[in-house]
């Protein structure tokens, strides 16, 4: 086993075999994983927010969906992943707030998601598998070795897409 490297929130890192990543507490936000099987290389994101276009003060690509992935696969290949390989698998997007509300600027959990998977599609990248939705933080490990996405989360059972 190698190292358990660390992504913040709004934070992005790459790795490659054996290493792994994890990132904490997703709650609204959405955890995105990216990985080339054949050189093992893994990226995660933890982006905060749908779109860098709607906010004037972006100047960190990690803290959105479509900045996030396009600077998470720069990174990837700079370390020997193919772009033309990559696949992805996505956790979080949850809707933190008790009332299930109609008012968008507090639907962030799906709209995270959303953003990301259009994104995904623009690169053409297949997304394996998610976890999104439903009203309950998670904190994901992404294994560079095997592609496996751990997602856990309190009082729930553990479980690897």
């Given at each position: 086993m190698g190292n358990m490297i660390k992504v913040g929130m709004a934070?992005?890192?790459v790795c490659k075999c054996p290493d792994a990543l994890t990132t904490l507490g997703l709650g609204s936000c959405v955890g995105v994983a990216l990985y080339d099987p054949v050189t093992k290389v893994s990226g995660l994101l933890h982006?905060?927010?749908?779109?860098?276009t709607q906010i004037r003060n972006n100047s960190n690509v990690a803290?959105?969906?479509d900045t996030g992935i396009?600077?998470?696969i720069r990174q990837m290949e700079n370390l020997g992943a193919s772009k033309s390989r990559l696949?992805?698998?996505?956790?979080?997007?949850a809707q933190m707030f008790?009332?299930?509300s109609q008012n968008e600027s507090l639907r962030v959990g799906e709209r995270n998601a959303?953003?990301?998977?259009?994104?995904?599609?623009?690169?053409?990248?297949?997304l394996l598998?998610?976890?999104?939705?439903l009203n309950y933080g998670r904190t994901v490990e992404f294994y560079s070795e095997t592609g496996d996405y751990v997602i856990k989360s309190v009082g729930k059972p553990q479980k690897t897409i």
């Open positions: 934070d992005l890192k982006c905060m927010l749908p779109d860098s803290k959105f969906a396009d600077e998470l696949v992805a698998k996505m956790a979080g997007g008790a009332m299930a959303a953003a990301a998977r259009a994104k995904l599609k623009e690169y053409r990248i297949r598998a998610e976890d999104c939705g």
